[in-house]
């Protein structure tokens, strides 16, 4: 099966091995809460940035999020313990954060690489296609369906999916999706009711046009659960439909059982969220905290305004640690878990044999005592 580059075992087994050195090779990063563009039915992050809205405002920037200098700061920190990739794939759409630009012009010039997930909305002329692949972008593009009707509904907006189609064939024209082993174009496909019958078309579509193919469930989390079992409801996919759709998705595999593979950073480096602060997964200590496909319950132990990188990196993995050692009963049902086509950063059984292989960086607290 065609590997998505930032997901591709080549990289995770390098990331794994900067982080058992003791550096820092990813960064779990949020932008902007801002999403203005679409309202998707399924959203597992509105009620965590609209929380806190700007007043008589829907959907825009936390009036808290990181400035460009203080973002700066943390990249720059970054760099000095060894970034190579930054994934950013929660909360807001990134394209509409006053800092992007900024940001990966930084980045660029110093051989970081972005994967980033977006509705593409914002991706409507060939300059900001070329631009995001001159600068070594890797995209997961949101693509749930060709039927133009149902994907509309399904981003809450007439005409939104015409939009995503547009920015679908500009990336193309622009050169992704031209290598035959690994890619850095995928495409989001959340099966729900609504999509199921022209999922198969988009898989299709991928093996034709070397995108990845990134399948995954449909996560008990954000408006789903604020409208209640009824939107759920109306989404679920009958175990006949799952069986055909998996079916569909392990001939795309190729060899074996399709599962979405494990993000690098959910294990690695820090997650940051869009106010600063140094989030975990409450209970498993891990980086990504919608990986149970659930509403997310994070520790916070630190923020970039106060603390430095090179800590909040200790602090991480000495929290994982802890909550592998104290939490083993919940781990230990985490790792029965194994979804049908695999949830936010991989599946939940992968993922906790592979954490318990990797703790604590070995050389992390002598890095840390050296600074200090």
């Not at 991706?123 to 593009?141: E, H, M, N, Y």
């Not at 999916?161 to 679908?168: D, L, Q, V």
């Not at 995108?211 to 995954?216: D, L, N, R, V």
Request: proline fraction near 4%; include cysteine; charge should be negative.
């Amino acid at each position: 099966m065609l590997s998505y580059l930032p997901w591709s075992d080549a990289v995770m087994q390098r990331c794994l091995a900067l982080h058992d050195a003791g550096m820092m090779p990813t960064l779990d990063l949020e932008l902007t809460a801002k999403c203005t563009a679409a309202c998707c039915i399924y959203c597992d992050s509105k009620p965590e940035p609209d929380a806190h809205p700007v007043v008589g405002t829907v959907g825009v920037a936390h009036p808290d999020e990181l400035t460009w200098p203080e973002l700066k700061h943390l990249l720059q920190q970054a760099v000095d313990l060894g970034l190579e990739w930054i994934y950013t794939c929660g909360l807001g759409e990134p394209l509409q954060d006053p800092n992007f630009w900024q940001m990966l012009d930084f980045i660029s010039a110093h051989g970081v690489r972005l994967s980033m997930f977006t509705n593409g909305i914002f991706i409507q002329d060939k300059f900001t296609a070329q631009r995001l692949k001159s600068a070594g972008v890797c995209i997961i593009l949101k693509m749930d369906t060709f039927d133009e009707r149902k994907f509309d509904t399904i981003l809450g907006a007439i005409g939104k999916a015409r939009r995503i189609y547009r920015a679908r064939d500009l990336l193309l024209e622009s050169g992704y999706a031209d290598d035959t082993e690994v890619t850095d174009l995928a495409f989001s496909i959340v099966p729900t009711a609504l999509s199921i019958d022209s999922i198969p078309d988009v898989v299709d579509y991928c093996r034709r046009n070397q995108i990845f193919a990134s399948i995954g469930e449909l996560e008990h989390a954000g408006e789903v659960m604020k409208n209640d079992a009824r939107v759920l409801n109306d989404l679920a996919l009958t175990d006949k439909q799952i069986r055909l759709l998996k079916e569909v998705a392990n001939e795309y595999a190729g060899q074996g059982r399709y599962l979405r593979p494990i993000c690098p950073s959910i294990l690695t480096g820090v997650h940051i969220d869009y106010v600063g602060n140094a989030v975990a997964d409450r209970l498993t200590g891990l980086n990504c905290k919608w990986f149970l496909l659930s509403e997310p319950d994070v520790h916070v132990f630190g923020n970039i305004r106060s603390d430095s990188l090179s800590s909040l990196l200790v602090d991480a993995s000495e929290y994982r640690r802890a909550c592998f050692a104290t939490n083993a009963t919940h781990i230990s049902q985490c790792a029965r878990i194994s979804y049908v086509f695999g949830g936010c950063g991989g599946n939940p059984r992968d993922i906790m044999e592979l954490t318990r292989k990797h703790q604590l960086p070995g050389t992390a607290r002598a890095a840390l005592r050296s600074e200090q």
